[in-house]
């Protein structure tokens, strides 16, 4: 940087060549300093999940489960349900988990898929748990072909097949057959496009009937009128749907691509989330993104070495790490204001501390959730810039973890041994490029922005 500031000054040949080699080394040395930071202090932490198994189950907390999907060719409707799966079948009380699955393309073939996960999950929960199943999503399982399978690994193995059939066949025609479910796809009429439909919510399993997991389908309205904050803003409506239905204290936030490795997972988060002594300011524990069908030389850079093993045990000795997206349990409190100031609601039933002790299939659970779910009802109010996940950039997650931070929340890092979780890295440079600009150009966004 020395030589290029001195040629600038002494020297007059070439000095646009000069100058943007000294704009490069200013940036670069910028970066250099400000990613010092995180190598001063880095944490690493270990997690004892089986000393919270050994508690009664009446201290553990509910968990309510969101995951995110939008178009049904993009992301297949066989990948949410194995993520679904995966989540639904935790070394956790069934009875406390309710997993909502937000549709912005409010596709039939998903919802269909769902139904067909809901029914198969009756079997493949109980198996999971009774031999003490490590790989939880039915298609990894099934895939790895093992010679000490029962027949009862057979028989399932085959279920699941006829399931993958099914919604595939579906997949393949573009449409489910209406004649054979009376009112369930009623609404998936001419004039129903994935821009401009009502709100739709199916509580397609219930707890309070079995001891199983819950499991709704939502599709959020969606007007061309009205803007929609894509994923922040599903997001969003599952955080109000959940108010109204579940309200549990904890959230996992997952990408649908992204499944369950581990049925311990919720417990190492209750391992700090439920912590007397830091519990009152931690907003959310992080787990890093693993990825498989990364070839040997990850020739695009996909696995995210440097982001998840180096910045993020870093970024744990400051504040802590920041929000990346997906594999991420919440505290539901975080959501509505600094730790010393709650933010209220506009509704009592969206309010954080409330116990939902009313039926979730209830007519005016439903018709709450329907209208909180709405395109127009956040118009005047906070949900976006002092509650819930933040608009204004193209990475939310970054910008909803860097609010959160400057509201005075902190953040842990948990990195066990056995992945917690496990998606899929693009494959094509398209879409690697693709990815990367927009990442890109919404840090930019937050750089020249005003935030504080």
């Known amino acids: 940087m020395y030589h290029h500031a001195h040629s600038l000054l002494t020297e007059h040949t070439a000095p646009l060549l000069t100058s943007l080699l000294l ?58 349900a194995n993520t679904v799966l995966s989540v639904m079948a935790y070394g956790y009380p069934s009875d406390k988990i309710s997993v909502y699955v937000s549709d912005d393309g409010g596709s039939s073939l998903t919802l269909f898929a769902l139904m067909e996960a809901a029914k198969f999950s009756e079997h493949w929960l109980p198996f999971c748990k009774k031999n003490n199943v490590q790989d939880r999503s039915p298609e990894v399982y099934f895939s790895l072909k093992s010679s000490s399978w029962t027949e009862e690994a057979e028989n399932l193995k085959t279920m699941y097949e006829d399931v993958k059939e099914r919604v595939e066949h579906v997949v393949n025609i573009g449409k489910v057959d209406q004649d054979q479910f009376h009112e369930v796809f009623d609404l998936w ?11 739709i919510i199916k509580v397609l399993q219930n707890n309070e009937t079995e001891t199983m997991p819950n499991l709704i389908y939502v599709s959020r309205e969606k007007s061309r009128a009205t803007p929609h904050h894509f994923k922040a803003g599903a997001l969003n409506t599952l955080l109000r749907v959940s108010s109204v239905m579940t309200n549990s204290p904890v959230i996992l936030t997952l990408d649908c691509d992204m499944y369950s490795n581990s049925p311990t997972t919720p417990l190492r988060a209750l391992c700090y989330l439920s912590d007397p002594k830091i519990n009152s300011g931690l907003g959310f524990v992080q787990f890093p993104q693993r990825f498989q069908g990364i070839n040997r030389n990850d020739i695009y850079a996909s696995e995210l070495i440097h982001p998840f093993d180096i910045n993020m045990v870093g970024y744990d000795g400051l504040m802590g790490p920041v929000h990346v997206g997906t594999g991420c349990f919440f505290n539901r409190r975080v959501f509505y204001g600094p730790p010393d100031n709650l933010i209220l609601p506009e509704l009592d039933e969206l309010r954080p501390n409330r116990i939902a002790d009313k039926p979730i299939k209830s007519q005016s659970v439903l018709a709450l959730a329907h209208d909180v779910a709405g395109c127009n009802y956040e118009h005047n109010t906070n949900w976006g810039s002092k509650i819930g996940f933040r608009y204004g950039s193209l990475v939310e997650d970054y910008y909803t973890g860097f609010m959160l931070h400057c509201e ?18 693009p494959k094509r440079l398209t879409d690697v490029v693709w990815q990367q600009m927009r990442w890109s150009i919404g840090l930019l966004e937050m750089a020249f922005s005003s935030l504080p």
């Open 408 to 425: 005075g929340w902190r953040s842990m890092y948990c990195r066990p041994q056995r992945a917690a979780f496990y998606g899929s890295a």
């Open 23 to 80: 704009i490069s080394d200013v940036v670069l040395a910028f970066m250099w300093a400000s990613t010092t930071s995180l190598r001063l202090n880095p944490v690493h932490r270990t997690e004892y999940p089986e000393k919270y198994v050994a508690k009664p189950e009446e201290h553990f907390p509910k968990l309510d489960v969101f995951i995110c999907t939008a178009d049904p060719y993009k992301e297949p409707p066989m990948m949410v």
């Open 189 to 199: 009429d001419h004039k129903f496009t994935p821009q401009d439909h009502p709100s």
